[in-house]
């Protein structure tokens, strides 16, 4: 299907644009933080949960695009944030943000976004944005605001154009921890918040942060786990070094193929060890070429709180062929094909086939693609946390 | 998991006639199953009394039961035809309840029937308010502070935990019945009493009231690998103390984080398990304290409900033929999303449209009955509309109610009121308080005032508020004249019509004078037009043409745009031209197509039966090669089920709306043309703006239909035809009246000019009830005359259908009305065949059919009422157009009249369609059902206005049999022996006296008041004399409500006595005693009494009957 490039001619009240690397022009009203951002423009078909979307580090370099209409209706708050660091660069929705309304509101969404240095666009036909997104893949693009709408089209469409998009790009190394850290945070209860972990005896998880989503390690702390989060790159020696139970391989942006130039030397050597692996997303994809699968972008990523995942082979016993339904944000994927002997697909999404799980023969060391974490998205899958911490010590 | 193969038959209960809380979206989700079922090779028995439902046209079921929903006629169904299961969970309240005691008679395991779909055991959990607490305690989950009451000193203990106001629910009713909110200890005892009443085991549920929470309600299924899904969020935009079928309610839910919208999640699936629905769709409905997010579980319904229809129609997933297909043992990932094609149903519908669904009432049918909305529901219908955001979504979904307005009209009895006035108004749960909140906004009030006083959420306050602010601005700066802002006005879902009249205020010309210039032409206008912008609708349209400002059609397809739908459901927005041109998904084929226009929501009058009409023209045209194309706004409609037509635009019923689908049609292939005839009176108000579009229309012309309904020029017709109508005339004001009314003679039928559903009619007996008719009931005016009619008293009333492609006519039924003439024909019983009509009598009404239709060159159906008095035929009504008789006639005739005459409006000759079936051996008696329980306080008596909310029909091979199924199948309980009250007019007293000899000679008690007493110990008959109200206590309605008499004959002539008789009518209703209102009808009960065992009613399936 064609698209008819939109007009360069700005509209009256345009104060936001987004450039499209192909030269289209989508003009809207910016909110959030002033100036532009580069980046993959994707969807995400979630109704709820857009803190912590944005918040999400697997954003990285990307500008979603929400595809329901109102989004700021709850406002924002300190709780339902992902991570401290860099999370999705803008985002682009149908309605203006309106007020909020909402008990657990400390401020308006479009406040937070300035704050957090994020540009919002707003006014744009998300549905044909999405559809488009869906027929010819997910395109780079500038979003831009200027509270006066100037704005210099060449210069964004160049720097559109000149961005090389997230193949080979490795993210992870931007979005991780810069230091060590004992993770402290417990479970979110309405009413009370997050509770603090209790440390004291309990099994020891180093979780490798690639860009990690904090309800990670809370729902391992959840799942009765003591939680020490060292950034991407820690050598193998300094994470054996913590004595560990098990090691945890958390999400992350960009390119598997990229990170996994140095995340799988160290993984390989820790299957190698016996030591007991949980990869989430990206981590679930470094576990997958220590394992020697191959990786591959996707056409159209998975992205929204509604993916039907089922689980596969006969290590379920009772419980095989259950559907999860599951919050997912991903743009590779293990090939399914290039499993060696060895590694069992145990998650398949129901939506397309693809692979959204594996565990390792003979080994202590599994993973999924989507987010067991949920936040945003439905908790059908806490289970795995459970397995995980089950296996330690 | 495959489909199970250890059984072969199902039998499906459906849910009996249309009632409030239980309306068509029942035959929606029956229609699915029944189709999900046969599809896997199933034999499927129904049964269900309605015979305006879709389910019971004989091609979807095996054997067709059109019988009444008991526990005992249910089965010596099953007893007939052992079936392997039952599924009871697509009829409502009706079928679960029905199941449940069919279990406890023992009646399942003696025939080794399974129930599916739902276990009894599951059923009682959710539905014995005890149990469903306990279960709720044990898995963590809150519940109000409530306790459980047998007895009112029971109620007086939970009283003390509770605290007022309490909230008062009657186990296992329907929709609440029985139930409301106490402020006061004398409301508390009087709402436990009643509601005791309406529980059939006696218990009320009485909590603490959680008035002002929002509330949510959660579409659930599961499969029986333990698989769950939430289909659909919906909340509520009138908080708690408004029943959910009678709030405006929003889809998906806009106001929680998502933290708060998982622990909903997990906790109405953690429901489901814990009450053990094994398979199938559930509704969980919450309370949440805005204040502090406390989460309260409220209820639970173990079955497809209404909500699963809206959340069906809101979504596009299928809930009906989902939980079908689980029922018999698929997984939810073994069954394909229809819409999509290419995903499994088990994932979770996302949505990028905002859903607005608003209840449709009815009180002004129901004087004395105060229109405040509690727990009990009372609406009768509702709306959907679908917007890209919640302006557009509601101001679609307040045009498409059909009550008149535009948008968010102006409230003129609030303008320029004190505040007191205001937030009086605003506090009151009616029916029009979001209309009230716009004027309270337009009066200066703040949102957090409003919230204050309504605990409606400020999110959707403000959005009203916006709504308001953009009105005014408009009224004072006129329309815009940019593409930009026009569209930026359209997308916040203003009409074209609310736009001008905004527009023409902006004028400034004082006193109404701008209004009256507005509707003019010449240079005034002109100038009117330059200042405003547009000063009507059409202008609006042409301004909007002019800048290109027009609605796109987007995709209904469960996935927000991440897969392609192959399913062609849409509505209309106005978008932004983000990519060049706004996108339209439209994409029209290069077909020949037929547009059919539906009936909007449901209302007294105009409910299932048209649907039935719409249903049957898309089946009937596309088995004739056409495309067809259904626009309609009710979610509860098989009308609006995306695989009845091959496209389906889910939108208001209005000229604008309409007339901008039409435009994207026409772009492509062959527009055939439209039918408006089908669907009531909905799609007929459009035939004018349609043709001026210069729209090809089907069948009889709206001309045809106009002069039918034109008095004078129908006058002039009958004339011609020789044909007698009773004698009438118009009046201007009240002098007129009484002059006509004397030139006739009373009594005479009274209405204003335009009528519908026979709204503020009524039958005069004198001159000081003719004065306050014209006082009270009518606006008389020079605009707005009122219609005098002779009234012919204890006349015979017929209905006949006939069918006619412009040549030939033929007559599809005839049927005589039990109730005479002047009960409206909606609400009276009928035969088919006529019971009591000589011959020679009905051959004269079929020749004037015939003369009829052809003078009106009538193509496809016609109904026409006559009157029979002394032998004399009157013409009473034309109506050439489908009309509420239509589904009746096909279920008894067993010929589908519906769709032959569909497609005779395409062109096709009658001789070259299917015959009807005219000599049957057998009787159908259809009978009226009335919500008059729901309204305390109105009189539940029949006159010419239309009360009744559905029917059903009795089938037997003779008249009296038939008669006493369709009374059990209403819901009387005809009595074998007691007491019989009867208290009757002058008139009546002759034609009553057999019937009571009869009753005598059965052996029941005869008791009257006075002037019946003596009239009938004149005849030799043994009867006690009994104290009217008037006359001293203990009088009649002591009696009643103490139990003492079993059945009631009551007919009334006059003013006066009408109004001494309402305690009587009303007693009986509350006591659960058969009632009749008329000679006729109490004549019909006696004989059905006396001639009929009930105990030994036979049951045959339409199938069978049709041979």
Not at chain 1, 135 to 147: F, K, M, R
Not at chain 2, 490 to 516: H, I, P, W
Request: overall charge negative; some cysteine.
């Amino acid at each position: 299907m064609a698209f008819l490039a939109s007009s360069r001619a700005q509209p009256q009240d345009a104060t936001g644009v987004l450039v499209l690397a192909d030269g289209t022009i989508v003009w809207g009203r910016g909110f959030g933080a002033t100036g532009s951002a580069v980046g993959e423009v994707c969807f995400n078909t979630a109704m709820t949960g857009y803190q912590e979307v944005m918040t999400d580090p697997s954003y990285a370099a990307q500008i979603v695009t929400f595809t329901f209409p109102h989004i700021g209706n709850v406002g924002a708050n300190t709780e339902d944030v992902e991570s401290r660091v860099e999370g999705a660069v803008g985002c682009i929705v149908r309605e203006d943000v309106t007020r909020q309304s909402n008990f657990r509101s400390e401020g308006e969404f479009v406040e937070w976004m300035a704050n957090m240095g994020k540009i919002g666009l707003s006014g744009v036909d998300t549905r044909a944005l999405t559809r488009r997104i869906r027929l010819s893949g997910a395109p780079n693009a500038v979003i831009a605001h200027d509270p006066k709408g100037r704005f210099d089209l060449d210069a964004l469409l160049q720097r559109a154009q000149e961005w090389p998009g997230l193949e080979g790009m490795d993210l992870a190394q931007r979005v991780s921890r810069e230091h060590q850290e004992d993770w402290e945070g417990g479970y979110w209860r309405l009413g009370q918040g997050y509770g603090a972990a209790e440390r004291e005896g309990k099994p020891h998880v180093v979780a490798i942060d690639y860009g990690s989503k904090d309800n990670i390690f809370r729902n391992l702390v959840k799942a009765g786990a003591r939680v020490t989060v060292v950034p991407a790159r820690t050598s193998l020696e300094d994470i054996l070094a913590l004595k560990p139970d098990g090691v945890f391989l958390s999400n992350g942006p960009g390119d598997p193929a990229a990170t996994g130039e140095y995340a799988v030397p160290v993984i390989k050597a820790l299957l190698d060890q016996d030591m007991p692996i949980f990869g989430i997303c990206l981590g679930h994809q470094m576990l997958g070429l220590a394992a020697g699968a191959r990786t591959a972008k996707m056409h159209q990523g998975h992205r929204g709180a509604n993916h039907p995942v089922r689980r596969v082979g006969e290590s379920w016993g009772e419980t095989q062929d259950l559907v999860e339904i599951t919050s997912m944000n991903h743009g590779f994927a293990i090939d399914p094909d290039s499993l060696p002997e060895g590694v069992e697909q145990t998650h398949v999404s129901l939506f397309d086939g693809s692979n959204c799980g594996i565990a390792i023969t003979g080994k202590r060391a599994f993973g999924v693609q989507y987010h067991p974490e949920a936040s945003p998205g439905p908790q059908d899958s806490f289970y795995l946390f459970e397995k995980f911490v089950g296996m330690l010590g | 998991m495959p489909k199970r193969t250890d059984i072969s038959s199902i039998l499906v209960i459906g849910a009996g006639p249309i009632i409030i809380g239980q309306a068509c979206e029942f035959d929606y989700s029956g229609t699915q199953a029944i189709k999900a079922l046969k599809e896997d090779g199933y034999r499927v028995i129904l049964v269900n009394s309605n015979p305006a439902t879709i389910m019971t046209d004989p091609e979807f079921a095996d054997a067709t039961y059109v019988e009444p929903i008991t526990p005992e006629i249910v089965a010596k169904i099953i007893a007939k035809e052992k079936p392997d299961a039952v599924l009871p969970t697509m009829g409502g309240q009706t079928a679960l309840n029905c199941a449940l005691k069919l279990e406890e008679m023992g009646v399942l395991a003696e025939h080794g029937v399974e129930m599916i779909g739902a276990r009894a055991d599951a059923i009682d959990k959710a539905e014995n308010r005890q149990r469903f607490r306990e279960a709720m305690d044990k898995i963590g989950l809150e519940s109000a502070r409530s306790g459980v009451a047998h007895t009112l000193a029971e109620a007086y203990e939970v009283l003390e935990r509770t605290g007022l106001p309490s909230i008062i629910r009657p186990s296992f009713t329907l929709g609440g019945t029985g139930g409301g909110v106490a402020y006061n200890k004398a409301e508390f005892e009087r709402i436990v009493k009643n509601g005791l009443d309406a529980s059939p085991t006696t218990e009320v549920l009485i909590e603490e009231s959680l008035l002002g929470w929002k509330e949510y309600e959660m579409e659930v299924v599961r499969d029986r690998n333990d698989n769950a899904i939430i289909i659909c969020a919906i909340e509520n935009v009138d908080p708690m103390g408004v029943h959910t079928g009678d709030s405006i309610t929003v889809a998906p839910a806009l106001t929680l984080t998502d933290k708060e919208y998982q622990i909903m999640r997990t906790a109405s699936i953690e429901v489901l398990r814990e009450i053990g629905v094994e398979t199938g769709g559930s509704n969980v409905q919450f309370a949440v304290n805005p204040k502090d997010g406390r989460l309260i579980v409220i209820e639970m319904n173990p079955r497809v409900s209404r909500s699963s229809a809206l959340a069906s129609k809101a979504t596009g997933f299928p809930i009906a033929r989902v939980a079908a297909k689980l029922a018999v043992g698929y997984t939810l990932d073994e069954i394909t999303n229809e819409i999509t094609g290419a995903t499994p149903a088990s994932f979770e519908p996302t949505i990028d449209y905002v859903v607005t669904k608003i209840p449709r009432f009815a009180f002004e049918k129901f004087k004395g009955a105060e229109p405040t909305l509690s727990t009990a529901m009372k609406s009768v219908g509702e709306v959907m509309a679908i917007g890209r955001n919640f302006k557009e979504s509601m101001q679609k979904a307040l045009r498409g109610l059909e009550t008149g307005l535009d948008g968010f009209n102006r409230v003129t009895e609030l303008e320029g009121k004190s505040r007191d006035i205001i937030t009086a108004a605003l506090s009151k749960a009616t029916p029009d308080r979001i209309l009230n909140i716009a004027q309270a906004f337009r009066e200066g009030f703040t949102v957090e005032e409003v919230q204050a006083i309504t605990f409606y959420d400020p999110w959707f306050l403000r959005h009203i508020e916006e709504i308001v602010y953009e009105e005014s601005m408009i009224g004072s700066e006129g329309l815009p004249n940019s593409a930009d802002e026009l569209r930026r006005l359209k997308a916040m879902g203003f009409s074209d019509r609310r736009l001008a009249t905004l527009a023409v205020r902006s004028v400034g010309v004082a006193g109404g004078l701008a209004e009256t210039q507005a509707k003019r032409s010449g240079l005034l206008h002109d100038a009117l037009r330059a200042m405003a912008g547009a000063t009507s609708e059409d202008e609006v349209r042409k301004l909007r043409q002019k800048l290109g400002v027009l609605p796109v059609y987007k995709r209904i397809d469960s996935c927000a745009a991440e897969f392609e739908a192959i399913t062609p459901y849409m509505y209309s927005t106005y978008e932004a031209p983000s990519f060049g041109e706004p996108e339209n998904e439209a994409w029209p084929s290069d077909r020949e197509k037929v547009v059919i226009l539906g009936g909007g929501p449901n209302r007294i009058g105009q409910g299932i039966e048209f649907d039935y009409c719409c249903v049957h023209a898309c089946f009937a045209l596309s088995e004739a090669g056409y495309e067809t194309i259904m626009v309609n706004c009710n979610p509860e409609t098989v009308s609006t089920d995306y695989d009845t037509s091959d496209r389906l635009y889910f939108e208001p019923l209005t000229a604008e709306d309409v007339l901008e689908i039409l435009r994207v049609e026409h772009s492509k292939g062959k527009l055939k043309g439209v039918i408006v005839q089908f669907g009531g009176q909905t799609p007929l108000k459009l035939a004018g703006a349609l043709e001026k579009a210069g729209i090809p229309i089907l069948g009889t012309s709206p001309d045809a239909i106009d002069l039918a309904e034109d008095r004078e020029r129908f006058a002039k017709l009958v004339n011609k035809l020789k044909l007698k109508q009773p004698d009438n005339g118009i009046a201007y004001s009240e002098d007129e009246a009484l002059a006509v009314a004397h030139r006739i003679g009373y009594p005479v039928l009274l209405r204003p000019s335009y009528v519908l559903g026979g709204r503020a009619m009524e039958i005069v007996d004198g001159d000081a009830q003719l004065i306050n008719y014209i006082n009270t009931a009518v606006e008389v005016s020079g605009d707005s005359p009122v219609l005098v009619d002779q009234y012919l008293r204890d006349a015979v009333e017929c209905d006949v259908d006939a069918l006619c492609d412009g040549e030939q006519v033929v007559i599809a039924g005839v049927m005589q009305h039990i109730e005479e003439a002047g009960v409206h024909s909606g609400d009276s019983a009928c035969s088919l065949p006529p019971y009591s009509l000589p011959q020679d009598i009905i051959d004269e009404m079929e020749r004037q059919a015939v003369a009829l239709a052809t003078a009106l060159k009538v193509r496809g159906l016609m109904n026409i009422q006559f009157a029979v008095k002394d032998g004399e035929v009157y013409l009473i009504e034309v109506n050439p157009r489908a009309s509420r008789t239509v589904p009746f006639v096909a279920k008894a005739s067993g010929s589908q009249i519906a769709k032959i005459a569909a497609r005779v409006m395409a062109g096709e000759k009658l001789a070259d369609l299917p015959k009807i079936r005219r000599d049957l051996d057998y009787v159908a008696v259809k009978e009226a059902v009335f919500p008059f329980a729901r309204f305390p306080g109105s009189d539940p008596v029949l006159t010419p206005e239309m009360k009744s909310t559905g029917e059903v029909m009795g089938i037997d091979r003779d008249f009296a049999t038939a008669y006493t199924k369709s009374q059990i199948a209403e819901g009387s309980v005809l009595p074998k022996s007691g007491t019989v009250f009867v208290s009757v007019k002058d008139s009546d007293k002759a034609a009553i006296t057999a019937s009571v000899q009869q009753l005598v000679d059965a052996g029941f008690q005869i008791i009257a008041t006075g002037g019946t007493a003596q009239y009938l110990s004149e005849q030799g008959l043994p009867v006690e004399r009994v104290n009217k109200v008037a006359e001293g206590r203990p009088h009649i309605v002591d009696k009643i409500s103490d139990g003492e008499v079993a059945l009631v004959f009551n007919t009334t002539e006059g003013w006066q006595s009408h109004k001494d008789s309402q305690s009587i009518r009303a007693s009986a209703l509350e006591m659960k005693v058969p009632y009749y209102t008329t000679a006729a009808a109490s004549a019909a009960a006696a004989q059905a009494i006396v001639s009929v065992n009930a105990d030994e009613l036979e049951v045959r399936s339409l199938q069978d009957y049709y041979g």
